[in-house]
């Protein structure tokens, strides 16, 4: 069994920052991958960033490209997620996502991430 957490959410103003982490635990776990998506009522849940350990490969939605910074975590199994220069159109419920398959690339589907977070809820105000 893979549990996976996000943590760091909240609300915050036009401009501002906020940082996001995730763990995976489980026995005997490794994880190949991680990653972060959001997703807002009556849309697709989107990629926001990407991250595969070997190699350290990192993968940007276009929207957040420059603004956000995925990153390693120093704890096993774990990343975080940057967000700078916030805008309205970055509020959804973020999802922190993790696969226990080796991958040669960072997946950008959902369908690459078996296991998922609750979501933790991202508001950008005006």
């Known amino acids: 069994q893979v549990h996976v957490v996000e943590s760091g959410g909240g609300l915050v103003q036009i401009g501002g920052s906020l940082r996001l982490s995730c763990t995976a635990s489980?026995?005997?776990?490794?994880?190949?991958?991680m990653a972060w998506f959001r997703q807002v009522p009556g849309k697709e849940r989107e990629l926001v960033a990407g991250?595969?350990?070997?190699?350290?490969?990192?993968l940007y939605g276009d929207s957040v490209k420059g603004r956000f910074t995925i990153s390693e975590g120093d704890a096993d199994n774990t990343v975080y997620l940057q967000m700078n220069n916030l805008l309205p159109d970055d509020t959804a419920v973020y999802y922190c996502?993790?696969?226990?398959?080796?991958?040669?690339?960072?997946?950008?589907?959902?369908?690459?991430?078996?296991?998922w977070g609750q979501g933790t809820q991202v508001t950008v105000s005006s």
């Open positions: 489980g026995r005997r776990l490794y994880t190949y991958a």
């Open positions: 991250y595969r350990f070997i190699g350290s490969n990192k």
């Open positions: 996502a993790a696969r226990t398959m080796d991958t040669t690339v960072v997946p950008r589907s959902s369908t690459g991430y078996p296991y």
